[in-house]
């Protein structure tokens, strides 16, 4: 009696353990040694956070993952620096997968079943014809679009091996994606004209724009690419809306461009010239298309990048640790530098910088130096190694550059007597005179 109920609890731990995943259980075929290796599974794409470490029983490795909606999962095995992926197809929900994967020539590969055979035999063609687009140096059009096309007949062949609609699908959508993808390697190593490789990734994007309305389309991040570029140059952002709208169905990419499309407007739009139309079109699009209104109030915190914008309110402190006020500055005009120490063009403009300081004859502008490092003990090194003094602040937050859409440094600007932003994106100190000269007259 007391077996039969240890039993029914280990069932019923097992039912508990499955309920929201699966078990998934690899033996690995290799001559690489086990110490050396890590191996990673995860369901196809996951963020990095979701991402599980197997764990390594012998030369089996092990790991208790989530179910993934449409079936597809990724296995990467680690060596030092070298990472190798593959893609699998295990469509059962719940319970336990044990299955045998190779690791050879740093390639990977499945074939436990006619699906996952299909995808290794792609990925190991696609691979090959990768090295190829990336190492050859042939000078001929026609060579690189019959290159481009065997993707293609890879494609074929996998998909001739599958047993189900969706790896079929699956690899058709990859390889046309690939072919496409293909294209800007072999554009560094071919020396074709513009308009051969024009011809030659117009077909790519056809022929990827005719299939990529599919559920996996989310998988692959060239799949941007390929909308961005299908999308008039000119387009604004109702006009893209309009496009994805009308040209895709599924809405599992609709919601994966919308996000792209809202943050690239975000992150490019000229808040100076356009800053209420710009705002007014995107709260039209986000009413139409119901999107979050979050965005709205991103687009709304840009305002202090557009001239005459006060000064962010932001915590900077100086190099004792003491909170400093902007306004302290009231009444001079205010150069600023934003840099960081680990920012090797930022650490070229010191030296400048320092010239100009010196060299500068105008008692109404003083410099102010705002590091954006995260800690404060990097900043004080190196401003001790460059002997810098003055106006040197620390926002370590990153507020700063946050609020004022700063997306590389070094970065310069200039305040004017009324602490509002005169000039988004000044000229840098190694500009020589022409910097000189606008500081010089500044009244």
Known sequence: MKKIATTIFALLFALVAFADGKVVNVSLDTTVSSDSLKLYFSVLGDSYDNIVEMQRKGDAYSAKVRNSADGFYQLTVVKGYLQSFLYLYLPAADGEENFQVK????????????????????MAAKLALDRKVWSDGVNNYAYYDALLDEYILECDKAVALAATAETKE?????????????????????KLSREEFASIIAKRLSAAMEIL???????F???????????????????????????????????????????GFINSHDYNKEFESGLEMLSAVVEKYSLNKKCIKEYESRRATVK???????????????????????????YIDMWASWCMPCVKEIPYLKQLEQEL???DVVFLSISIDKKVEPWLNKMNALDVH?????????????????????FFLIYDKEGKLYIYNAPRPSSGDVLKLLLENLK
């Open 221 to 263: 991040p060239a799949t941007q690419s390929i909308i961005k570029e299908s999308a008039p140059r000119d387009a604004n952002l109702a006009e893209k809306f309009e496009i994805l709208y009308t040209k895709f169905s599924n809405e599992r990419i609709r919601d994966y461009i919308k996000v792209m499309l809202v943050d």
């Open 361 to 363: 004859e105008n008692e």
């Open 170 to 190: 699956f690899i058709t959508l990859w390889s046309r994606i690939s072919s496409y993808d293909a294209c800007y390697p072999m554009r560094r190593n071919a």
């Open 103 to 122: 690791f050879e020539n740093k390639t990977l590969s499945a074939n436990f079943n006619a699906d996952n055979n299909a995808l290794s035999q792609f």
């Open 213 to 219: 309305d599919s559920d996996y389309s989310i998988y």
């Open 390 to 410: 003055g106006n040197q602040w620390i926002n370590s937050d990153n507020k700063f550059a946050e609020v004022l859409n700063v997306k590389g440094i070094p």
């Open 308 to 334: 005459g914008a006060d000064f962010p309110d932001v915590v900077l402190r100086d190099a004792n640790g003491n909170t400093m006020d902007f306004s302290s500055f009231r009444g001079k005009y205010v």
